[in-house]
């Protein structure tokens, strides 16, 4: 048997209350029969089931507008208490969990656009490899591939890259519809995030400031003032988490900047992976900046241990974890807010703040589905750690293939 959980009911003073309550009436004892899967004659059979301890997902439609444009019976102001209120749920979560889940449901433009350009993809990489090189770009200096165009990873994965303000001879001229489809989703996932980045911004967090003043201390007088000095009094203040004219500084780039990756994991047999990508540089790098005291370096101390066990289990030979190789070991993107769509080929993992976990979250979600957290940039804009850079990694089964995005 199992415990399944229909979820809160997304407002967010519940973002906890159900989801891993045994004794709520959202919370069922069904009997297990496959991974994913529930008896036909259950009660819950037909609905999404989410696994214990991941947060619902939230519907990436009621982060924008027009989701309540045909709405009827509803005032403008009532509409836009009811987005608002979505937007804080999705920041509430990702301060919680550090990372979030968009759901795509009757979000039929989004679900048409996600497959178009999957769809794209199949298509591009199945061509001949000077094709796809022609969509490259190189430094013209020292002649090295740049992150932008086609890149090619030989032997692990390809990907192309691509952004608004890019030239239109890094685009794709085959398949002929690459440019049109892929901008149009570029766009829209644009849109939620920047509505998601502005809800961000406006998060208040505490500043404490102590009222400290140097005083002569020969006289009662000063005695007195000492002792009030030694209680150090504070004064509460709260603040943006992003001031606004950072914020106004973001928006004059951050369409045109933004990229949209589409990124083609080839398969891998057992005999090929002869270390995990990322490989003990790049974490014992990690390792070695998370030497303080704060909560940062706390939590980023916290993951890595956890993803250092779970190699040993891997190099060991593990019988749960010896089929999966990290196809991207652990790191925290650079951007301010990212964007991965699942995939049908569960890979992303993401490590959850509050249960201090490496989660699946793919396993959890439909294959277009979007999954929110936070790039380096949140915390240096904020001048605060109150979000910190998501950690996360790909993990996948040998013999496996994957296709994912990644804003």
């Not at 990212?338 to 995939?343: A, D, Q, W």
């Amino acid at each position: 048997t199992t415990w399944t959980t229909l979820g809160s009911s997304g407002a967010p003073s519940e973002s906890e209350s159900n989801e891993e309550d045994t004794s709520s009436v959202q919370v069922r004892l069904t009997t297990h029969t496959s991974p994913n899967t529930l008896p036909w004659d259950s009660e819950l059979h037909g609905l999404r089931v989410w696994a214990k301890g991941i947060p619902p997902p939230i519907l990436a439609h009621s982060l924008l507008p027009e989701c309540y444009n045909t709405a009827t019976g509803i005032s403008q102001e009532e509409a836009e208490r009811k987005r608002r209120a979505a937007l804080h749920n999705v920041v509430q979560v990702l301060y919680e969990r550090g990372y979030a889940v968009l759901s795509t449901e009757g979000f039929a433009a989004l679900e048409e656009q996600v497959t178009g350009v999957f769809s794209l993809g199949q298509r591009f990489f199945a061509q001949d490899s000077a094709v796809k090189q022609a969509a490259g770009t190189r430094d013209p200096v020292s002649g090295r591939a740049l992150n932008l165009g086609y890149v090619n990873v030989v032997g692990k994965r390809e990907y192309i890259k691509l952004r608004p303000c890019d030239a239109e001879e890094m685009w794709p001229s085959t398949p002929p519809d690459f440019s049109a489809t892929f901008r149009a989703l570029l766009h829209t996932l644009y849109r939620i995030s920047w509505e998601c980045f502005l809800e961000l911004a406006a998060f208040e967090i505490d500043t404490d400031l102590s009222i400290n003043n140097d005083t002569n201390s020969n006289n009662s007088s000063n005695s007195t003032h000492r002792q009030q000095q030694q209680q150090q009094q504070h004064t509460s203040h709260r603040r943006r988490l992003i001031p606004l004219e950072t914020v106004d500084a973001v928006a004059e780039f951050a369409e045109i900047k933004s990229s949209l990756s589409l990124i083609h994991y080839v398969e891998q047999k057992e005999g090929d992976v002869s270390s995990e990508e990322g490989g003990r540089g790049v974490d014992s790098e990690r390792e070695g900046q998370a030497s303080g005291g704060g909560e940062k370096e706390k939590e980023e101390e916290a993951a890595q241990k956890v993803n250092d066990r779970e190699r040993g289990e891997r190099e060991e030979g593990d019988i749960t974890s010896r089929d999966r190789y990290s196809v991207c070991g652990l790191h925290r993107d650079t951007g301010i807010l990212t964007l991965g769509v699942c995939s049908d080929i569960h890979g992303l993992e993401m490590y959850d703040r509050k249960l201090k976990v490496w989660l699946k979250v793919e396993a959890c979600a439909k294959p277009g589905d979007l999954v929110l957290f936070m790039g380096e940039k949140v915390p240096l804009f904020a001048n605060s750690e109150a979000f910190p850079a998501s950690p996360h990694r790909v993990m996948l089964s040998h013999s496996m293939e994957r296709s994912t995005m990644v804003f």
